[in-house]
């Protein structure tokens, strides 16, 4: 029987991952991730990935692509004319899914963490892993018929409702708290209250 070898990269990635959830992304030392990751070599995340931030960037973006690559196939479905509902829907569907997985949940942990960071975020991100993502908030901004800051006040409102709402549904399983609700009917009831908010 073949013994899975995990790179060093990845398991950089995948420790950081744990512990930035954890133990909060300006709580966690490089030489802690480091450490867990069980590499001798104090500088592996700068050989790896530059920095701490490239460290950041590239757990964002091995969890985020394939979220964007799913709403951008979602909205792609919808035609012409897609209602603000299904637009949502198309948003929180595939990243509410991600607290499935242990990684999952940490990931989205991690992004309500950097949420303040939404603005700066929209112009800087990386356009591969954000791209559908983009799409469908552009959309959205273009929907309400009232002035365009209030229209850009609503989009950070939906990412932060969206973020902190599925991080705490993450941070809950992680604990092992009752959820009240199936993960159909809290889809559903995040999607029509983002929906909400933006009409």
Known sequence: MATLTISTRDRLLDEAERLLAAGGVQGVTTREITEAAEQRNASAVSYHFGSRDGLLREILARRGGPVDAARGERRDLLGAQPSVRDLVACLIDPYAGLVATPHGRSYVRIVAQLRGRFAAWRVESDAATTQHLSR???????????????????IVALIMLLTGTVAERARRIDDHALLELDHDEYVANLVDMCAALLG
């Open 136 to 154: 469908i908030l552009d959309e959205l901004e273009a929907r309400p018929k009232v002035s365009a800051p209030v229209r850009r006040e609503r």
